[in-house]
């Protein structure tokens, strides 16, 4: 071929050529710009789509199903769940990344023309949201274990088989819900079973070995050669039984009830038999003792060791102890603080008034035989207690506010100066003492002593190193009270002059609780207590008293006294 004609064909190749690749690229260029053939996401075909429309379809075909709510199953129900709320969307952006763009590769532009598969759905997930929404579920669907029980009342054996629960794995089945959404079927949640703390067959175990046996009828207790039987129904507030962290059972008691059952079983069977203190009464106008009494009581350390095996035991028969007990105050102990003589004894003399005279008869049987042993206080108010008219007291005058006015008890003050007298020259360490407000001529200056429940006392220690016994009654129209003890001092009462003497008013009362006063005028006054031994003074101690005037009352009123 002629030069020219071969540079000719030459030139009409290259053309060629560049017209070809000139389509190839435009084609891939064109291809770049869709997504490949046959694609599809979720089932919608999206194949030869550009980006947008193919967005734009996932979108309607996928949307409804996203916005539908997520239907959990969980514990045999299903709840649903607000995709939105829970923090579920799709990513379409995501979906379709790398299935688009312009690449000049032959294999690249072949699979845009003949390629394309089922591409992932991808979606975005905000996790805490999730897991609050199916915690909300988990509050429906949760049980909590019932735990076995074995119980005992009124003597009878109850067992509570348990039961299993449930609770929902959330993190789980918040990961079952991110594979399956948008799926329009439910989504089965992982429910695990949360068994109770003991198993039902530990439960059956201990009610078969020991609480059928425990409570299948009396139990007996040997003890002091007798036997006496308990029912079922009188200890079985004592037993329960005790999880332990490996799941067992064991059988509980409480040692303190059984020990308080069995003794009142043991006194009515005559076995137990509490110690008596000896006692120091009066006998006539005498001390004498009573005697000291030992007693029987069960041994708590061998009750314990044997009563719950007996529950199960085929003899049911516990053999317990027991020991002698001793009293607090032998009849050696008493004999010897036991009061030998008079150390202190007083009279003062009653008016006519016969209610006031029976409250003094009253608290003075009440008074009467108090035995105060050494170092202990006397309390006058803790002796004769509230003074009501359902102890017998009648309303009679008393001192209020400086008038006198009426109580029930009234006159009983007469008492207390009685007995303060006899305490004062029995030579005891008085404590507590109140004097009348204004001065009543039937007691002794400065010594005297009045009372009111419950603050207004007389209290006084026998610190004489042995007992003192009280002596107390009324005869004829004088009360008089009578220490007996073991004599330690002779005591002396000095009295002085009576100072700062005010003159009382006069009163003209028209009311019907008028109480008529005699006037007596106030003044200071103080008595001496001097304490020897063998003639030879030893100490001395004061009491000052000040009286208020008594003043002058007129009753005017026709019911007043």
Not at 67 to 96: C, I
Not at 458 to 481: E, F, M, Y
Request: net charge positive; glycine share 8%.
């Amino acid at each position: 071929m002629p030069q020219r004609d071969r540079g000719a064909v030459l030139v009409r190749l290259l053309v060629a050529l560049v017209v070809i690749a000139g389509a190839y690229l435009g084609m891939a260029w064109f291809l770049g710009r869709h997504v490949p053939s046959n694609t599809s996401v979720a089932g919608v075909p999206i194949g030869g789509m550009s980006p947008a429309d193919a967005q734009a379809t996932l979108k309607r075909a996928l949307g409804e199903s996203a916005s539908r709510p997520v239907r959990v199953l969980a514990g045999g129900e299903t709840v649903e769940v607000d995709p939105s709320a829970a923090g579920l969307s799709l990513d379409l952006d995501a979906t379709l990344q790398g299935l688009s763009g312009f690449s000049a590769k032959p294999a690249d532009v072949w699979n845009h023309l003949t390629g394309g598969q089922e591409e992932p759905l991808r979606t975005t997930v905000d996790r805490s949201r999730l897991e609050s929404a199916l915690t909300a579920v988990a509050s429906r669907v949760d049980k909590t274990p019932v735990e076995g029980s074995v119980t005992f009342p009124g003597g009878r054996t109850t067992v509570v088989t348990p039961v299993v629960g449930r609770r929902l794995d959330v993190a789980r089945s918040a990961d079952s819900v991110v594979r399956a959404w948008p799926a329009t079927k439910p989504v089965a949640a992982t429910v695990e079973t949360v068994p109770p703390a003991v198993p039902a067959a530990e439960v059956a175990r201990v009610a078969k070995e020991f609480a059928t046996p425990a409570m299948s009828g009396p139990v007996k207790v040997s003890a002091g050669g007798r036997t006496f039987a308990l029912a079922p129904a009188t200890y079985a507030p004592a037993l329960s039984v005790a999880a332990s962290s490996s799941g067992t059972l064991t059988p509980v008691v409480d040692d303190a009830v059984v020990l308080r059952v069995v003794r009142a079983a043991a006194v009515r069977a005559g076995v137990e038999k509490e110690a008596r203190d000896a006692r120091i009464v009066l006998a006539g106008s005498r001390a004498q003792v009573v005697p000291s009494v030992t007693g029987v009581s069960i041994d708590p350390a061998s009750l314990k060791a044997s009563f719950l095996p007996a529950l199960t035991s085929a003899s049911r028969t516990a053999v317990v102890r027991t020991t002698v007990t001793q009293p607090q105050l032998s009849t050696a102990q008493a004999t010897k603080v036991a009061p030998k003589e008079v150390i202190g004894t007083f009279t003062t003399y009653l008016p006519f008034n016969p209610p006031r005279t029976e409250n003094i008869t009253i608290a003075a049987r009440t008074l009467n035989g108090t035995y105060i042993a050494p170092g202990k206080q006397f309390s006058l108010n803790a002796v004769l207690g509230p003074r009501t008219a359902g102890k017998g007291y009648n309303e009679a005058p008393v001192i209020m506010n400086g008038r006198l006015t009426k109580d029930y008890g009234g006159g009983i003050s007469q008492l207390s100066t009685t007995t303060f007298n006899a305490a004062f020259f029995a030579g005891v360490r008085i404590e507590e003492y109140h004097p009348h407000s204004f001065y009543i001529s039937r007691y002794p200056e400065g010594r005297e002593a009045t009372i009111s429940w419950p603050d207004v006392d007389q209290k006084w220690t026998n610190d004489t190193g042995n007992g003192i016994l009280v002596q107390a009654g009324v005869s004829g129209n004088a009360v008089t009270v009578t220490l007996h003890g073991t004599k330690v001092w002779d005591v002396e009462a000095v009295k002085g002059p009576r100072r700062n003497v005010v003159q009382p008013k006069r009163i003209v009362d028209d009311r019907a609780s008028c109480v008529a006063q005699t006037p007596t005028p106030g003044f200071d006054v103080t008595v001496t207590r001097i304490f020897t031994r063998n003639g030879a003074e030893v100490k001395r101690s004061t009491f000052s008293t000040h009286y208020i005037p008594e003043d002058d009352v007129v009753c005017t009123h026709p019911q007043a006294s």
